[in-house]
């Protein structure tokens, strides 16, 4: 009869050497797909920051558009207000206490924001090289195109040394592969500018996970040997640095987007959306506004013109033009409702 041939047991180091390349299987799967979670974040939260950015600038282009017409009549106006007074200091005689009335209601034009100030009338600085004598101000509307872009960079988060390392290191290895000097090839040599122009872009940018990426689809043709304790480890290790940078940067974009929505120009933005999704028009609301303002500009213009051309008094005019006494008006309504806690 046959005899069975006994079993012999495994060595103790052996059984231990394929626990912990077992354990490390797991551990790199789990990172791995850690990983690939992280650059899928990165990737969403830069795309709603990039959007953001691109509908602040669209609404911006849109602002400025639609306001363009209007904003240039009130230059329009504004020069002219200028030169009528001027032909009225210069062509006209006056008395000494009526050449104080009328610098007075030119004085008080500009105080109230209807003309711009003159700047030989307005202390500038000696470093100050803004524009010529004559050039008025920009109105101050709400929607101009002062906002035309964000400027929230002065607060954007910064990356720690750490990172930045990193993320050159990353980038040397990537550059030492895909610089196209490095080919010969026509074909290859223009596959390599491009990659390298996204290279260059994510590294200006310290963009570390979008540089990963590059480097993570550039090492796809790469075989790790799972049943090699160290190539095991050492994958471990280098995903896991990877990592904690990418969440860093992770918390980084958050904190960008979140600066961006707080700016004036994010503010807007979602003023815009709220008011829009109610039915309104903000921009035509806003252009409104700055229609009456032309109008009242223009007012003052026939005012002043009427004054100079002799149609009105000098009586007359020093009692200033009707929105001063609207703006008398105002004020006093509220003062009373200040006074009595109203």
Known sequence: MARKSAKIPASPVAVATTLVVSDLRLRLEFLE????????????????????????????????????????????????????????????????????????????????????????????????????ADEPNEPDWEWGEQHS???????????????????????????????????????????????????????????????????????????????????LLRRCLSIKQENEFLKSQFENIKLELRLAKSTPQGSMLAEYRKLSNAGHDPIGEALAQTQAQVQAVADVYQFVLDFRDRRITIKTFVQGPAIFQQMQEISEEELFLEFFGL
């Not at 830069?46 to 953001?52: I, K, P, V």
């Not at 200028?82 to 006056?94: M, V």
């Not at 223009?190 to 990659?195: A, L, P, S």
Request: no cysteine; aromatic share 4%; glycine share 4%.
């Open 149 to 231: 872009s964000a400027r929230f960079e002065d607060d954007s988060p910064k990356l720690d040394r750490d990172e930045l390392k990193k993320i050159r290191q990353i980038f040397l290895r990537l550059a030492e592969v895909f610089h196209p000097d490095k080919v010969t090839d026509p074909e290859t040599r223009e596959y390599h500018t491009e990659v390298m122009q996204e290279i260059n872009q994510a590294y200006q940018s310290g963009d570390l996970a979008k540089l990963l990426a590059i480097e993570k689809k550039h090492q796809m043709g790469e075989i790790i040997d799972r049943d090699n304790q160290n190539d």
């Open 33 to 132: 797909q850690d990983n690939q979670k992280l650059l899928g974040k990165i990737e969403k939260k830069r795309a709603e920051l990039d959007n953001l950015m691109d509908r602040i600038r669209e609404l911006a282009v849109e602002v400025s558009q639609r306001s363009a017409p209007l904003l240039q009549q009130l230059l329009d106006l504004d020069l002219k207000l200028h030169a009528a007074f001027a032909e009225i200091f210069s062509g006209r005689k006056l008395g000494k206490q009526t050449r104080k009335n009328i610098e007075l209601i030119y004085a008080n034009l500009q105080e109230a924001g209807l003309i711009s100030p003159r700047r030989d009338r307005v202390e500038q600085p000696e470093s100050d090289p803004s524009g010529s």
